[in-house]
């Protein structure tokens, strides 16, 4: 099915016509359409142009007025202020538009013009170490921007660009050789858990032996120089690691909900075949020059502590390769092989003047072009509730498992406490536990701007009330239990009717829904649409308090236009939770 115009355009296309009629040379300018408490929306762009034209912006405003046509979409239009245009719509046209949404699974949501290919990079965890709260970020708010472009029709390519290359491989790698039990599993079915234990333990030991047996350090030193070489037995010991770990990833990006595909997993390795080429290309056309033997980026805008100008390292002194090497490797690839339109990369904040150097350097050197956009979004530290960085009473980084499970555990009592009333069996309390806990956390993440930091408190998470998901998913589950009292009813959509208040309050808000998501695609901003949502469910309580649906029953034709008013916003619930990477249980 095709898309359905919003309400919002309809009138802003009949207000620039008349516009473009009345002042000639006005021609294409945008009536700046809002929402408005005055009115349904309010038009603020005829004082600019009226001014620019040497015109009277009221008089203006009135010959506008009188080119507009009323009765269908626009019940009433007048004249406010210096030059406000005060625009009501019809209860029919309300009723209408959204009948139009309902008969399309897409909601009526265009599907983008000309669409490119984004390639985003999040949720990368380093290999042989544990996944910690600092990982959280990146992972939920890539996965919602990845479902949110998918949804407007942009082609994604996802990428995981885990920590798998380094010297600490050197040690690990010389350690296993030596001893070489100590990843064996005790039976087929490996749990993350296990996994991860082995690692922990591995590591630990490894890196007692290097701190105090001096030839064993020696013969680590000599394995990176193997693993960098490509000797074969090294690269074999380095993939059980790299395997190893993604047992482990795979069982919390499980416990997140997230689907991780072993493709879309390119580390820092997957590009070490360019690195000496990226290098060469630098230096050959001059972007990057030799500085005390390392290769280097400089910028004007850059500068160290002492006035010095601070480079991008892409090379070091001793041959090896910094992180800029990787990274603008990775960009050639995905510009070039994977034809990216955009790239975004998911990273912390305190990462912005890397990236920022790596991408001027990218454009200079041509790979990065007005065609071709990078952007960093950059997300602020998970706090705890005093405000600092979180971390546990010993003062360590918060094991991301543990967190998660602590979430599930809250959210399942707080289930449980309803269980009853709603009639749910054992298991269905430990699925909706699930289902309400990881919302929880995604939504206490997504919910906020991603540039900002965030106080983690389970506490305000799993409540019932405010700005949780938990909120919305009693909302979504309220409707369902509505739709199943309702008996013989079913919903229709009826125009002829007269709204009440909260009926067009709610209507012209679900109306939203589709110029809301093209907002938080362009703008890489999920915490849009986590608080249309929030908003969604607190005009559908107004309505559901002010507008009785079932009990006490109403004339039929009334309930079942407010029964549709319900089910699409259930289903506008449903699919704007679903982008967030967040379930909506039928019964809660």
Known sequence: MASVPSLASSVNQRVADALASALPEAGGADPLLRRSDRADFQANGILALAKKAKANPRELATTVVEGIPTGDLIQEIEVSGPGFLNITITDRAIIETLAARALDDRLGVPLAQNPGTTVIDYAQPNVAKEMHVGHLRSAVIGAAMVEILEFTGQKVVRRHHIGDWGTQFGMLIQYLLEHPHELDHKSDEVSGEEAMSNLNRLYKASRALFDSDEEFKTRARARVVDLQAGEPETLELWQRFV????????????????????????????????????????????????SNGALCVFFDDVKGPDGNPTPLIVQKSDGGFGYAATDLSAIRDRVGNLDATELIYVVDARQSLHFKMVFETARRAGWLSDEVKAVQLAFGTVLGKDGKPFKTREGETVRLVDLLDEAVERATAVVREKAAKVGLTEAEIVENGQYVGIGAVKYADLSTSAARDYKFDLDQMVSLNGDTSVYLQYAYARIKSILRNAGERKPAAHPELELAPAERALGLHLDQFGELIAEAAAEHAPHKLAAYLYQLSSLFTTFYDQCPVVKPEPELVVGENRLFLCDLTARTLSKGMSLLGIRTPEKL
């Open 243 to 290: 395997d190893e770990s993604k047992i482990y990833f795979y069982s919390v990006f499980n416990k997140l909900d997230m689907d991780i595909q072993d493709p879309d997993v390119v580390g820092e390795s997957g590009y070490n075949d360019m690195l000496v080429e990226t290098c060469k290309l630098l230096e050959e056309s001059g972007v990057a020059v030799r």
